[in-house]
């Protein structure tokens, strides 16, 4: 639903559901330009023809759109700082999720969401959790679960809701002044938006922006792109406008999975707000006979905690990753190549491999604790020469003494 407002110059754009091939299509009114730019005028003209500018004619300001004056009553729309899920997301924010499949996006959200009811923080009433991305017997169980704990669960082509609508539904929220206090979950956001596209994803983000405007809150749960970057991290799906636009981002990173359990890590990325900046649980892995039963298996993690397993984590991945290069650094030392120029070369040899592959892994695997993922040590001699020599396997602290 838009509304016009006729008297005010400047060009208007409104957000049009096509539900034939359910696109976003943007229009633009015409800018004004020259005398059109006067508002409440008198028109008249010369002999000639020419336009005469009357005196009581009013020029074109900016003024018009002052909000001076309108505090109280946008104040009486702010919403109290508190959050929604834990310390992770703000209401009246527009927050986004990132996780790769399987991660347990879903659950760790259904279970955060259901805590803050249970705690009297939120009311179940005011969130409406929109799964799209669910088969019939998943959905069938989560709707059990939002009606023993009191919110709202819609689905694509049930009673009447569809996704391509999902814009007028949000405009009407807006227009009716029903947004205040509202919570909305999507999951997941591909449903909603085409996130490759920069010009759907920018509507979307301005959509949500007027909703929050209005004191709604909107969070989403998103894909992550297949690739991690360089450091082995997760990258968001999609153009960066959807991020762009979020008041608040977090990727959800596996750091240990088991053959019991899974534990995962949110890390914020960018955020307005006294949010944290990490939140980790661990959960079951194994075989349950309901979906209530692996939410009761969800803990929190401390921080110490889960640094702990975030650093084990790291260590055993960095191993997995540099296997090849590690046995045959190993090698060609037990061999007496100990020299970092000659040592990089041969490897880099044997495993048509590029010396920065070998350099890298050479570099992160320096140290004289073995528990820590190291696997030689480094000397400096005569002209500045780095020799290595292996670690014996159990050794830690304790070989850089014996040394």
Known sequence: MTTTNENAPAATEAAIQNTSNNSIVSISATPLKGHDFQIGCDSAESDSGDPIVSKERQRFTLKQFSLNGQSEEMKK??????????????????????????????????????KAIE?????????FYINADDNHKGLTNKVALAERYGFQMLSPSYNGFESAKFFNYIQSMIDDGTAKGKIIILDTLKKFTDVMRKDTSSEFGRIMRAFVLRGGSIICLAHTNKHKNPDGKSVYGGTSDITDD??????????????KTKTVRFENRKSRGDVDKTATFTYTTQK????????????PLSESQADAIAEKHAIDSSLSAHKEVIEAVISEINNGTTLKTELVQAVAKNLCVGKSKVIKALEQHTGTNYSKGHRWRCSVGDKNAHMYSNIPKGLDNEYKELM
Do not use: H
């Open 246 to 259: 979020a008041d608040c981002y977090y990727m959800l990173e596996e750091i240990q999975v088991g053959p």
């Open 288 to 299: 349950v006979t309901n979906y209530q039963e692996l939410l009761d298996s969800i803990q």
């Open 119 to 127: 705690r009297g923080e939120i009311n179940g009433s005011d969130i």
């Open 77 to 114: 729309q702010m919403l109290e700082d508190k959050y929604i899920l834990g310390r992770i997301a703000i209401y009246g924010q527009y927050t986004v999720f990132y996780a790769s499949p399987n991660v347990g996006k879903t659950l760790l959200i259904l279970w955060m969401l259901i």
